[in-house]
């Protein structure tokens, strides 16, 4: 069936309606018509407040990541002047801070966007720049130690260092000692303390969209089905009075509705069909479904997904263990360390490092089973859950690490040799709260006795009893 124009269509109906109804049907049916002209209006402007406001907070979501970017370059650039001393990551840290600003610009953004919307983005948003500043606090002191211990001009540097105090017993301290600290300050674990509280913040900030995106389509839906059930009414108004057009209002009409009611309650997509209003409203409900399923997708890709590798991530590393708290499930849980992967980064370059890390993840997914879940949980750790695994079966697990550790061993090109330190544990009763010190532990054993190999918890002896 053809689609017929919006002047084609009121022609049709208003011929119907002069051959068949008197003067008062005439007038009733106009108001119809009226009425579903507005309620097409109103959809149009549905439409458009959810695609501008997911678009919106898609922006939103940018530039809370450009205020995390901005974060993880000053500690870049900090932690490459205080092992290298290298001045060149002093200009660039500065630059980042007093002219390209991405973090202040970020949060400049978020509270034009968001001023008296939706106070838990702002609030976190405003807590991670705080966070971020106070870390500039600990940058200053590691860049004024590591240019004394370098015996770099201090005076050409910028008064935020070369100001910055430090004590007597600092200033006492032999070159080595002073660089050592400085290394320590912006490595130490109050330092990634407080980078992890950053992150957290953006996380909330990321889940927030997801979760207002999901309201919007929510509301969106129920707009689109009252919409839908006030064209009912309208169209049996029409039935009541227009007999002879009662074939034209089930082909064109009822036929549709009842189509996109059945595709609204089973979360479908709306058939194109019928007449040219209800063609419009189903490609209108479908391009915002589309459009928001798409949206929400991509929100919770980036929620749920490390960036580098595409692996699970931490956050979903912490879901998946609740989800496996199974008292019945038996399982096998693997913590994968990066062997000498800072002195990969140091000596190749943080792209190689990248690469590396990269390599690690695909040769993790190939070797193990479609069904176990591979994560990437911090910088270079990585781990992997292997559901119904049971102790008897640890050959399984021997022939896959070793078969990843003899591609790492034996690399093709210039490619960097580095390895894996595994440590492994089983359960019988799900993933309980002792599972990971024991992989820990395992792990540990591993990286004493030389790297490059596994341990299994139940092999240590009596520090494997529960």
């Not at 959810?50 to 993880?72: F, H, K, P, R, V």
């Not at 969106?220 to 009541?240: D, F, G, K, P, W």
Request: one cysteine or more; aromatic letters at 8%; charged letters at 30%.
């Amino acid at each position: 069936m053809s689609i017929q124009t919006s002047e084609e269509n009121a022609g049709t109906l208003r011929g119907l309606r002069i051959q068949t109804l008197s003067l008062w049907m005439v007038a009733v049916t106009i108001i119809v018509s009226v009425l579903i002209g507005e309620g097409i209006v109103r959809v149009m402007h549905d439409y458009k407040k959810l695609a501008d406001m997911t678009e919106e907070y898609i922006y939103i979501q940018e530039e809370a990541e450009n205020l995390l970017l901005g974060s993880n370059y000053l500690t870049d650039q900090v932690r490459l002047y205080a092992v290298t001393k290298d001045s060149v990551y002093v200009e660039e840290y500065f630059t980042e801070v007093e002219e390209t600003k991405r973090r202040d610009t970020a949060l400049e953004t978020l509270e034009k966007h968001m001023g008296g919307k939706d106070d838990e983005i702002l609030d976190a948003s405003r807590r991670a720049l705080e966070l971020s500043n106070e870390l500039m606090e600990m940058e200053m002191h590691a860049m004024k130690l590591a240019a004394l211990s370098a015996d770099d001009d201090i005076s050409m540097f910028p008064p935020e260092v070369k100001d910055y105090p430090l004590t007597e017993e600092e200033l006492s301290f032999a070159d080595e000692e002073k660089s050592d600290v400085a290394v320590g300050l912006v490595f130490s674990g109050e330092y990634r303390d407080m980078k992890k509280l950053i992150e957290e913040n953006i996380s909330v900030v990321t889940e927030r969209v997801i979760t207002i995106c999901e309201e919007g389509q929510a509301k969106s839906e129920n707009e689109m089905r009252n919409a839908l059930i006030c064209q009912s009414i309208y169209t049996v108004l029409i039935v009541a009075l227009v007999i002879f057009s009662y074939i034209m209002i089930a082909v064109l009409i009822l036929r549709p509705i009842r189509l996109y009611v059945n595709c609204i309650k089973n979360n479908n997509f709306l058939q194109i069909t019928g007449a040219y209003e209800f063609k419009y409203l189903a490609a209108t409900y479908n391009n915002v479904y589309e459009m928001t399923m798409e949206q929400q997708n991509m929100l919770r890709q980036k929620a749920e997904r490390d960036a580098l590798t595409g692996l699970l991530n931490r956050q979903s590393f912490e879901q998946l263990k609740e989800r496996l708290r199974n008292p019945v499930k038996k399982l096998a849980f693997l913590l994968v360390d990066v062997d000498v992967f800072k002195a990969i980064n140091d000596n190749y370059g943080h792209d190689v490092g990248d690469q590396a890390l990269i390599k690690v993840a695909n040769l993790l997914e190939d070797n193990f089973r479609k069904a176990d879940y591979v994560l990437r949980i911090g910088g270079d750790e990585f781990a992997v859950i292997m559901e119904k695994m049971t102790a008897d079966k640890k050959q399984i697990i021997r022939d896959k690490i070793d078969a990843v550790n003899e591609i790492l061993q034996n690399p093709q090109g210039d490619f960097p040799k580095y390895s894996l330190s595994v440590g492994i544990a089983f359960s019988e009763r799900g993933f309980h709260d002792d599972l990971f010190r024991q992989t820990d532990t395992a792990l540990y054993h591993t990286k004493e006795n030389g790297r490059c190999g596994y341990t299994f918890y139940d092999e240590l002896g009596d520090g494997a009893s529960d």
